[in-house]
Nanobody, 121 residues
Framework: QVQLVESGGGLVQPGGSLRLSCAAS????????MGWYRQAPGKERELVAR???????VYADSMKGRFTISRDNMKNTVDLQMNSLKPEDTAVYYC???????????????WGQGTQVTVSS
């Protein structure tokens, strides 16, 4: 199993910044895409941003220009820098990784336990 441990959530005022970090355990052969999703109360989980092993990125439209995803392939970490935060960004943020446990194994999707981000004055 791949374990993902998130950190960096908290309470921030509108217009402020937060940086989320996620570290993957070493119980895997390779990781392809890593990313962040979020789920607000009463809403479905949605994509925030993804980054692939080659560095390509995908962002949800509402996050473009405000959020930046980055990755350290040597440390197996993925970070999300969030700027110009808005109250509607309030949600539980989940780290996600698509990984293989063995060279010929299938790719599975793994999730962290989530970290709360609250944007409020």
């Amino acid at each position: 199993q791949v374990q993902l441990v998130e950190s960096g959530g908290g309470l921030v005022q509108p217009g402020g910044s937060l940086r989320l970090s996620c570290a993957a355990s070493r119980n895997f052969f390779s990781i392809d895409a890593m990313g962040w999703y979020r789920q607000a109360p009463g809403k479905e989980r949605e994509l925030v941003a993804r980054i692939f092993s080659g560095g390509g990125t995908v962002y949800a439209d509402s996050m473009k220009g405000r959020f930046t995803i980055s990755r350290d392939n040597m440390k197996n970490t993925v970070d999300l820098q969030m700027n110009s935060l808005k109250p509607e960004d309030t949600a539980v943020y989940y780290c996600n990784a698509n990984a293989k446990l063995t060279p010929r194994g299938s790719v599975y999707s793994y999730w962290g336990q989530g970290t709360q981000v609250t944007v409020s004055s």
